[in-house]
């Protein structure tokens, strides 16, 4: 394994369906700017209600994508 330097950067995902989809959506539209994603870690997860339900969920991400050389 090559020694590699990352870049860390914190992302919010948010999705009406639940967790999984919002760090789907959080990581495929990064994904599209970031270059080299390797990684991600869940930092926080939270929702917002309303009239009594969940309305949507969001995920805060730590993502790490590789430095390029």
Known sequence: MANHVYKLVEI????TSGTDDAI????????KTIRRIDWFEV???R?????G????YQVTLK?????ED
């Open 47 to 51: 929702g917002h209600v309303a009239d």
């Open 24 to 31: 789907r959506n959080a990581i495929e539209t990064a994904a």
């Open 43 to 45: 930092l926080e997860t």
């Open 12 to 15: 919010v995902g948010t999705s």
């Open 63 to 67: 993502v790490g994508f590789r430095v």
């Open 53 to 56: 339900k969940i309305d949507h």
